[in-house]
């Protein structure tokens, strides 16, 4: 029977080391990583029954990156998380829905041993939907934007200024458009390929309106606040990896 392989990925050389020999010892075939970027070349070429990654890394992506390729090139795979702060409350919940577990540092190294090969005889939880951040912006946009102007009823300075619900959210749905648009697109966020028309000519409305800078920049935050907020609560499902990867 083939050894059971496993990719682990932790920038900690001495855990790393530890782990790897322990898990050498039970007869895992085991791969390193360092860093993400490493731990993703290994996920493209090669295929692995365990991923074992730290969550918190420095440089770009985190473990999370890490499990959400391993979910697109092995489906099947474990994937397990360590992470140095028990006390993640909602967003360990989030993670979990991402992840098969996680373990809390520090932990024996035989626990290690002991969790994974509990885990592989249950096997994976059943494959999660995961979406791009643009297409979660997308499906949501038309709840994203009735909390904005939820938002915007309470702010007495932008309300002095009356306008019908029409006036206020127009420009709306052609600037998540826009942004959708963006996000999808190949090119680099600046060109001019890139600019929103309809956030121009919102600005230009608003003055006419009788909008200050100030209460231009103030309606910006909360739209900002609000996209923030729909992308937490759909943290679960978003696809950490072709989120960060290049069209």
């Avoid at 900690?12 to 898990?23: C, G, N």
């Avoid at 770009?60 to 702060?85: C, E, I, Q, W, Y």
């Avoid at 200024?161 to 709306?172: A, D, I, K």
Wanted: aromatic letters at 4%; charged letters at 20%.
């Amino acid at each position: 029977m083939a050894a059971t392989k496993v990719l682990l990925v932790d920038d900690d050389v001495v855990v790393r080391f530890t782990l790897e020999k322990v898990l050498e010892q039970h007869d895992f075939d085991v791969t390193t990583a360092t860093n993400v970027p490493e731990a993703l070349k290994h996920i493209s070429s090669n295929s692995f029954d365990v991923l074992l990654s730290d969550l918190h890394m420095p440089g770009a992506g985190d473990g999370l990156t890490v499990v959400s390729a391993m979910r697109h090139a092995n489906p099947k795979a474990v994937t397990m998380l360590l992470s140095a702060f028990p006390e993640m409350d909602a967003a360990a919940h989030a993670i979990l829905k991402q992840t098969d577990q996680i373990l809390v540092k520090p932990m024996e190294v035989m626990e290690v041993v002991k969790a994974i090969k509990q885990r592989l005889v249950s096997g994976s939880s059943a494959i999660r939907v995961v979406e791009t951040v643009a297409s979660i912006l997308e499906r949501l946009a038309k709840i994203t934007i009735q909390a904005w102007f939820n938002r915007i009823v309470t702010d007495k300075k932008l309300m002095a200024v009356s306008m019908t619900y029409e006036q206020r959210t127009s420009h709306l749905p052609q600037v998540f458009r826009d942004l959708v648009s963006r996000l999808n697109s190949t090119k680099s966020i600046g060109s001019k390929e890139l600019i929103s028309e309809a956030a121009s000519e919102h600005g230009i409305n608003r003055r006419r309106q009788g909008y200050t800078a100030a209460m231009m920049v103030e309606e910006s935050r909360i739209l900002q606040a609000c996209v923030f907020d729909t992308l937490q609560n759909n943290l679960a499902t978003i696809d950490f990896f072709a989120s960060c990867s290049p069209a």
